[in-house]
T-cell receptor, first 110, second 112 residues
Framework: RKEVEQDPGPFNVPEGATVAFNCTYS??????FFWYRQDCRKEPKLLMS???SGNEDGRFTAQLNRASQYISLLIRDSKLSDSATYLC???????????FGKGTTLSVSS | DVKVTQSSRYLVKRTGEKVFLECVQD?????MFWYRQDPGLGLRLIYFSYDVKMKEKGDIPEGYSVSREKKERFSLILESASTNQTSMYLC???????????FGDGTRLSIL
């Protein structure tokens, strides 16, 4: 089983749609979780950290289910500018490097 | 704001050359990382460093080495470049163990 798995997509949605991405991780000892966004031919940039209680940042909501080893990202009211690849990222035990999923591609059209 | 600077955005080298990719961060971060990113394979960790003169192998260290002589600088070295090392190389740094990483702009390296 891969350490971090994501549905690669692409997800093609119209503006205003709500879209959800899922991610599973294999190491139950993982401590930190993040969603990164990567635009075409650019470096990954942190979108948001993911906390056990769930957290929201504007139109973006992240959820973590430690029992199921599952992370999600919900984007409401999609904008054209949301088109990008979204990377699910997990850190193992403290001190280890981040492990990146291969990313889910989102394309929002007008 | 954190600034991670990679020395080149685009680089073209020949097979067999020794290639140096430089990365500098200005936020006194202890931890620095080198990744490569390839279509369909995602980001893969090559090497990382938790302190000056310290290095740890990542998932794909073969054909690479690193140098961390100063805290702010982490260099990736291709000892004898090969065509399968054509890739996008990304440097990242963090301060603490549970913080997210900050990436440089990336270097697109082509080995001919």
């Amino acid at each position: 089983r891969k350490e971090v798995e994501q549905d690669p997509g692409p997800f093609n949605v119209p503006e205003g749609a709500t879209v959800a991405f899922n991610c599973t991780y294999s190491n139950s000892a993982s401590q930190s979780f993040f969603w990164y966004r990567q635009d075409c031919r650019k470096e990954p940039k942190l979108l948001m950290s993911v906390y056990s209680s769930g957290n929201e940042d504007g139109r973006f909501t992240a959820q973590l289910n430690r029992a199921s080893q599952y992370i999600s990202l919900l984007i409401r009211d999609s904008k054209l500018s949301d088109s990008a690849t979204y990377l699910c990222v997990v850190r193992g035990q403290a001190g280890t490097a981040l492990i990146f999923g291969k990313g889910t591609t989102l394309s929002v059209s007008s | 704001d954190v600034k991670v600077t990679q020395s080149s955005r685009y680089l073209v080298k020949r097979t067999g050359e020794k290639v140096f990719l430089e990365c500098v961060q200005d936020m006194d971060h202890e931890n620095m990382f080198w990744y490569r990113q390839d279509p369909g394979l995602g980001l893969r960790l090559i090497y990382f460093s938790y302190d000056v003169k310290m290095k740890e192998k990542g998932d794909i260290p073969e054909g690479y080495s690193v140098s961390r002589e100063k805290k702010e600088r982490f260099s990736l070295i291709l000892e004898s470049a090969s065509t399968n090392q054509t890739s996008m190389y990304l440097c990242a740094s963090i301060r603490g163990q549970n913080q997210p990483q900050h990436f440089g702009d990336g270097t697109r390296l082509s080995i001919l």
